[in-house]
């Protein structure tokens, strides 16, 4: 089958499409004939020989798909023909793939099949990490970095249909329209703006922070923070981190810090299920939905990668196979 394989560590330009080996279905596993994959930052990282496929996965890039089954076990809730997106180790930058039947979710009513390969990813991360560990609640200010990316524009949506007071960081004008739009309420350009006196200044701090970029933000995190804020932290772009244990005493403040990825498969099957029984429910009735900026063919994955580091994208980058 064709799979988009990294040649080589390095550039988007090592991106090649490739014959691998057919996926094969171990028991509890459902092929799916891939519609679409999302990209991810993930993926970009993994090109460039930094994030490699935990044991067990394929070794090309891809973390989340769109498809239809070819094949499911008895008694997974599926059936050959089926639309469904899944959340992947790696291996989404092909033709079929196989996936824990666990890791499988059907594609919501009212979802276009290639436009629900940008689903499983960022709403995983964002339930689990803002609203399962986090634990934001209604009426509480939840602050999302990069409000105008894929993890943040469904933050956004899900922080506001669950009653929280939505509070972005984005880089220009049109990036926080568009986050507006989906209902966040503080809109902070970070190139002008210092995010810390203004969630201070307009909410008193932030009771939950979703954090993209780590690094240097985790100090400015702290002291954004509420009393008994939390900050859910889930990536490392931003270099070394500090960390003022004072400041986060005096705050009485959490920090959680997490990966999906590289998560067992019965932690991720747990977290799927809560997606479903949680959030497809507001996607279904139309109060919540993916953000697409951007669509390619398969075998513009390069492009598609190219777009993903330019940051001028908004919402999330499909690859349709």
């Not at 409000?147 to 524009?153: E, K, L, N, R, V």
């Not at 479903?276 to 697409?292: D, K, S």
């Not at 190219?306 to 196979?321: A, D, R, T, Y």
Request: hydrophobic content about 45%; overall charge negative; glycine content about 12%.
């Amino acid at each position: 089958m064709r799979a988009i394989v990294v040649k080589e560590p390095g550039a988007a330009s090592m991106l090649v499409e490739a014959e691998v080996e057919e996926p094969v279905a171990g028991p509890g596993d459902v092929l799916i004939e891939v519609a679409a994959a999302g990209v991810n930052r993930a993926d970009v990282l993994q090109r460039e020989g930094h994030y490699p496929s935990p044991p067990g996965s394929p070794a090309w890039p891809g973390l989340e798909v769109s498809g239809t089954v070819l094949e499911a076990p008895e008694l997974s809730g599926f059936a050959v023909g089926d639309a469904v997106c899944a959340l992947l180790g790696g291996g989404g930058y092909a033709e079929r793939v196989a996936v824990p039947a666990g890791q499988v979710l059907p594609v919501p009513v009212g979802i276009d099949l290639v436009d629900a390969a940008g689903l499983p990813e960022v709403v995983a991360t964002v339930w689990s990490n803002v609203f399962l560990l986090a634990d934001l609640r209604a009426g509480e200010t939840l602050l999302v970095h990069g409000g105008s990316s894929g993890i943040g524009t469904m933050a956004v949506q899900l922080g506001r249909v669950f009653g929280a007071r939505v509070a972005v960081t984005a880089r220009s004008s049109s990036k926080l329209e568009a986050c507006a739009e989906l209902g966040a309420d503080i809109l902070i350009d970070y190139t002008v703006d210092d995010f810390v006196e203004r969630i201070r200044a307009e909410a008193g701090g932030a009771d939950v922070i979703l954090d993209v970029v780590g690094g240097d933000y985790l100090s400015r995190n702290v002291r954004a923070l509420a009393v008994n804020g939390r900050i859910a932290n889930i990536a490392s772009r931003g270099g070394t981190s500090s960390l003022d244990l004072n400041a986060l005493m005096m705050k009485r403040g959490t920090i959680r810090s997490t990966s999906l990825r590289a998560r067992p498969a019965d932690e991720k099957a747990a977290i799927v299920a809560s997606v479903r029984e949680n959030v497809w429910p507001v996607i279904e009735n139309g109060a919540v939905h993916p953000v697409i900026g951007a669509r390619f063919p398969f075998a513009e994955a390069a492009a598609a990668h190219e777009l993903m580091e330019s940051s001028s994208h908004i919402g999330k980058i499909l690859l349709e196979v």
